[in-house]
Each structure stands twice: as structure tokens, then as C-alpha cells.
């Protein structure tokens, strides 16, 4: 037995004995994210939009009660994921967190509040566009090379996990605009294809291992309720279908990158995690699922949603939205430990 393999041993057993449970994939040297909002750990705290969430009261649940940009009230998915990996109960945002070559390691998250697959989203919004997002993912691996050397690249290029999750901000608000040119099918249609070139291009730069989010029943959230859902705020289900349309679009598109691809690409299905907390919220705890807990719930996002904002609710864990739009730190936490059952051995190594 040589020392290596004592020292893994050891490490493990110490683990069962200070925790009571084995480390759930010590290969996954990082993690590293592309997308939106409901990833997003700051990264629009630095640029000039009107999308943000660094104040009060997002993040009254964050450690510290700290707004940190993350669009809830305490910790999103990306802090899940990265915790049950075993990598860190955080993940920081790329942009303008000073970051230390170290951080670099454990992975970072690209994704920007407000952007999508379709390139006129994050222009109408004024946020990180997905192409951007490689850009700097492309400087991230340079600073990897400079401070570690190409093996250190190799190797996170090789064993960590990159997730990417987008649409929501497409389906809800930019087929509004284009809506003129497409109709919903064929606007999912094009989703999907700038998401093929999307997964195409990181896959080009060496990752091997991509998990793509679905889109989610974007039609039940708070604001599109109140938007869209009449005098009873029911979902609407024209976009629901549209996001359905969607899923069922990107699942055989990715299926057949997997067959073209190195590496592996894994669809992970949200929607229906996600839907049934909505329509059955006492199920998991919940006592609202139609209204977010800030303000009055109906519309309150980003900077509508303040200190300054009346009626927000004193515990963000009786509603399954913390704003209009984002899910509250409890809702992510019981999403991520789901699909975590289900996807974790797909991701593995």
C-alpha cells in the first residue's frame, strides 16, 4: 500500500468520523457556471444595469446577512451544487471580487442576472452576454496557466463540472420583443440552436463534463401570475408550453452533441422539480407559492424590491419565491437536493 493511498484512508475515515458522511466526489476539483439570475453570485454588482440585488433585504439570510447580488434571500444553486461536490458552501462571482489565485481552483461562476441564450436579452438588459461569458472563461484559464501551469488547466478542464443555465430571461421577456419575427415554437426552435453553438464552443475550449439546465415553468412565476394570469393570477401556460417546447427541443439536440462531442453532456430537467413545489407548496413546507416574500409579491424585482419596500414578509422560508421572479434560499436548497439525487451520477467523473 504506498503512502498515497494511506493518506486518501485517512482522509476518508476522518471525514465519517467528524461528519458522519464520505465526501460526496473528491475527483471534482471545481466548479464553474454560465448562465443567469438564478446562478449568479454578484457578477452584476460591477457593471452598469439597472439588475441587481446588492442591498437589503436580499441576502437577510446569506451568512452575515449579507446582499452579496445573489438574486434571493440567502444562498442560490450554484452555493448548493459546490457544497455537495464538496467544494465550497460558496462560490464567487468572476467579476469584480478581487479574486486570489487560489479561488481560482474551486471554480467561479460567469453567470449575469438578466442574460440568456439569445444575444438581444443581455443587450436589452444591460448584462454579461453567454458569449461574453466565454471570453472571460477563456481569461480565467489563462490565469489558471499563469499562477499553476497547462497541467492545472488540463486537468480542471478535464474533471470539473461546468453548468450552464439559461432561458428564463429569453422565454419571459425577449419573445416579447421578437415576437414579431417568431412565433413561440419556432422562437424555443432558435433558443435551442444558439444553445447547441453555446455548448459547442465550450466543449471547443476543453471542458468535458456539461450540465445543461432546462427551462423552467417560467408562466408560474409571481410576475408572470400577475402579468399575465388575469383577475385569479393562475400560471400562464402559453409560456409554460413554450418552455416545454423548449425542453423537448434541447433534450434531442444535446443528445445528438453527445454523440459528436468528447466528453459527456447531461440534460438536466427542472421543470418539473420545480412545478411541483409550485403546485403543491405544503408539501415541502411551504405556505405561499403564487407571491414572492418581498413587497406585496406580485412584482417587486431588483431594485423594486428595497428596505424601503412595505409588506415583505418576515420569513422568506413560508414562500417558495423570495422575489416576482427567484425562488427563495429554501426552494433552491430543496430543488438542488433533488436533482442532485437524480443527476449526481451522470456528473460524476
Avoid: W
Avoid at 129 to 141: A, G, I, R, T
Wanted: glycine share 8%.
Amino acid at each position: 500500500m504506498n503512502l498515497r493511498f494511506i493518506d486518501f484512508l485517512l482522509l476518508f475515515f476522518f471525514v465519517e468520523a467528524t461528519t458522519g458522511k464520505a465526501p460526496m466526489n473528491i475527483t471534482i476539483p471545481a466548479l464553474i457556471v454560465f448562465g443567469d439570475s438564478i446562478m449568479d453570485t454578484g457578477n452584476n454588482n460591477d457593471i452598469h444595469t439597472l439588475l441587481k440585488s446588492n442591498f437589503p433585504p436580499y441576502g437577510q439570510d446569506f451568512p452575515g446577512t449579507i446582499p452579496t447580488g445573489r438574486f434571493s434571500d440567502g444562498r442560490v444553486p450554484s452555493d448548493f451544487i459546490a457544497e455537495k461536490f464538496g467544494i465550497a458552501k460558496t462560490l464567487p462571482p468572476y467579476l469584480g471580487s478581487n479574486l486570489k489565485p487560489n479561488d481560482l481552483l474551486k471554480g467561479v461562476i460567469f453567470a449575469s442576472g438578466g442574460s440568456g441564450y439569445d444575444p438581444l436579452t443581455s443587450t436589452l438588459l444591460s448584462v454579461v452576454s453567454m458569449s461574453d461569458q466565454l471570453k472571460y472563461f477563456q481569461e480565467y484559464l489563462s490565469k489558471v496557466k499563469q499562477h499553476f501551469g497547462e497541467e492545472k488547466v488540463k486537468f480542471i478542464l478535464e474533471k470539473s463540472v461546468f453548468l450552464v443555465v439559461s432561458s428564463s430571461n429569453d422565454l419571459s421577456a425577449t419573445y416579447l420583443v421578437r415576437s414579431f419575427e417568431y412565433d413561440r415554437n419556432s422562437y424555443a426552435e432558435y433558443l435551442v440552436e444558439l444553445a447547441s453553438k453555446f455548448i459547442k464552443e465550450l466543449s471547443g475550449l476543453g471542458a468535458k463534463t456539461i450540465g445543461v439546465f432546462s427551462g423552467v415553468p417560467v408562466g408560474c412565476v409571481p410576475a408572470q401570475r400577475t402579468l399575465f394570469g388575469g383577475f385569479e393570477r393562475e400560471c400562464f401556460e402559453d409560456l409554460n408550453n413554450m418552455a416545454l417546447y423548449f425542453n423537448s427541443k434541447l433534450s434531442s439536440s444535446l443528445d445528438a452533441l453527445n454523440k459528436k462531442l468528447p466528453g459527456k453532456i447531461i440534460f438536466i430537467d427542472v421543470y418539473e422539480t420545480l412545478l411541483d413545489i409550485i403546485k403543491k407548496p405544503t408539501k415541502y413546507g411551504f405556505e405561499v407559492a403564487d407571491k414572492g416574500c418581498c413587497g406585496t409579491g406580485r412584482i417587486e424585482l431588483a431594485v423594486l424590491c428595497n428596505k424601503l419596500t412595505p409588506f415583505t414578509c418576515s420569513d422568506p422560508s413560508t414562500h417558495v419565491f423570495f422575489d416576482s421572479y427567484h425562488p427563495s434560499e429554501k426552494a433552491y436548497q430543496i430543488i438542488v437536493d433533488k436533482l442532485m439525487k437524480k443527476y449526481i451520477k451522470y456528473l460524476k467523473n
